[in-house]
């Protein structure tokens, strides 16, 4: 791994809620910044106004990012996340889909609620910061 999370016994048990507390990144590792992803399609268009499909297409789309630098979600180690109407549901939304990303080990994430993003109809937006060994 290209880092090293740590979540201090002190602390709450954060990974259930779809976030570690800690990153550590390792001198002379590249760091990849990603522009906030959305649901989007290849033209740009958001792909569907339920909030769960644009989550999984908003992930696809983070992954294909990485993917641009040779990198994947393992190398993730920072998640911010943007709610359009940020309410429980909507979080579990998020944190399921980062469970199912990043199993027992996430990345350190701040889940921020917003008015609103760049386009009307764009529900949920994804900034990460990954880390190239």
């Known amino acids: 791994m290209s880092h090293t999370i740590v979540n201090p016994a002190e602390l709450h048990d954060s990974t259930a809620f779809g976030y570690s507390h800690t ?7 590249e760091l990849v910044f990603v522009a906030g992803q ?5 033209q740009g268009e958001v ?19 990485l993917g641009a630098h040779g990198l994947d979600l393992r190398h ?5 996340t943007y709610v359009v109407g940020l309410d429980v549901e909507r979080l ?10 990043w199993g027992s080990l996430p990345p350190t994430h701040t889940v921020i609620g917003v008015a609103g993003l760049a386009l009307p109809d764009i ?3 994804i900034e990460a910061v990954a880390v190239r060994p």
């Open 123 to 125: 529900q949920v937006e």
């Open 23 to 29: 990153a550590a990144v390792p001198a002379g590792s």
């Open 47 to 65: 792909v569907s106004p339920d909030f769960g499909e644009q989550v999984d297409r908003t992930f696809r789309n983070l992954a294909a990012a």
């Open 92 to 101: 579990g939304a998020v944190g399921a889909a980062v469970r199912g990303a």
């Open 38 to 42: 959305y649901g989007s399609g290849p």
């Open 76 to 80: 993730v180690v920072q998640l911010r």
